[in-house]
């Protein structure tokens, strides 16, 4: 039987992690599961602790694949991440297990299927004064501007998210259309030529938040001031994708005593509050031929989840 490849998406706290360790050990009887890494976050191993990583104990029932392999001193572009996810899904289909993808960063799942835009390369002189314009207006300024200007691009992203907001502003400059335009147009190469079965967390956002702010107290006490601490000790540039992660930016502001602990927890709780928002977004707007699995009765949840992917396992069907 020729094997696909399952994806299993969410917003953080939806309980991506175990479900697919479930799924995993529900799939021995056809060679077993091995879960791949879908998060931008969870890629660094210096944030073990903050972007709830699998446990130890969960890494030795079930092989895990891309969990803390690349240092925080690096940038995981898209295309970079693919690469790493592709070979690991045909590791897994040599070994004669199902790759299990799974995490919360839509973008990795639309290049597995569609590939990965095929952008004109930016001139330097056009990323140089975009650059200059955004310290000359300030931040919040400039993102305004580009949410009157390519609306669609700005929700995508954060506005402190600085890399992103330049790079986005730069594509438009630059060719005098929005960077989504280009990814929807075309693709410097196509999707993964497998069968994928597809599937979607989404549980109520009530449920989500108070599981948002629930973790969040539990990393407050649990690591993640110490993995933090260590962290801030690399003196890595601020502009890395690491030093953005949810949670570090309020965890640094308690560290270097411009918050006091109850602040920096609700500001904590807060950015993980919209950054699920913004990933169930994503979820309604770009998975609608998903299997979206809203149940949170976790034995109905898991019922139908196993029955969903037998079908696919048994018939091969996308």
């Not at 479930?22 to 021995?28: K, N, S």
């Not at 569609?114 to 004064?129: H, L, S, V």
């Not at 030093?243 to 602040?263: F, H, N, R, W």
Request: proline share 4%; hydrophobic share 45%; glycine share 8%.
């Amino acid at each position: 039987m020729r094997k696909g490849v399952i994806l299993l998406a969410g917003p953080t706290a939806s309980g991506k992690s175990s479900v697919a360790l479930a799924l995993a050990q529900q799939l021995e009887d056809v060679g077993g599961g091995v879960i791949i890494n879908a998060d931008s976050m969870q890629v660094y191993e210096e944030l073990e602790i903050i972007t709830a990583q699998p446990t130890f104990d969960e890494k030795r029932q079930v092989p895990h694949k891309l969990y803390g392999v690349l240092g925080g001193a690096e940038r995981c572009s898209v295309a970079r991440w693919r690469d790493m996810a592709v070979t690991e899904i045909n590791n897994a289909h040599a070994a004669g297990r199902w790759p299990i993808v799974v995490g919360g960063t839509g973008l990795y799942f639309k290049v597995l299927q569609e590939g990965i835009a095929e952008i004109p390369e930016i001139p330097k002189n056009i990323t140089d004064d975009v650059a200059a314009h955004h310290a000359t207006i300030g931040a919040e300024a400039f993102f305004a501007e580009l949410e009157s200007r390519d609306p669609d691009g700005a929700a995508r992203i954060r506005s402190t998210d600085t890399q992103r907001v330049l790079r986005t502003a730069a594509v438009l400059a630059a060719t005098g259309k929005p960077l989504g335009v280009w990814q929807a147009e075309a693709s410097r190469d196509g999707g993964l030529d497998l069968p994928m079965i597809r599937l979607a967390l989404l549980p109520p956002r009530e449920i989500v938040y108070a599981r948002c702010d629930d973790r969040l107290v539990k990393m407050f006490a649990g690591g993640a001031q110490e993995e933090v601490r260590a962290l801030r000790k690399l003196n890595l540039h601020p502009s890395l994708p690491i030093m953005k992660a949810v949670g570090v930016p309020e965890i640094s502001q308690l560290q270097a005593g411009t918050m006091d602990e109850e602040t920096a927890l609700a500001a904590a709780q807060q950015s993980t509050r919209r950054y699920a928002k913004r990933q169930m977004t994503w979820i309604r707007n770009q998975m609608k031929d998903w299997k979206i699995v809203v149940e949170q009765d976790s034995e109905r949840k898991l019922a139908e989840i196993f029955a969903f992917v037998r079908q696919g396992v048994l018939t091969e069907k996308v």
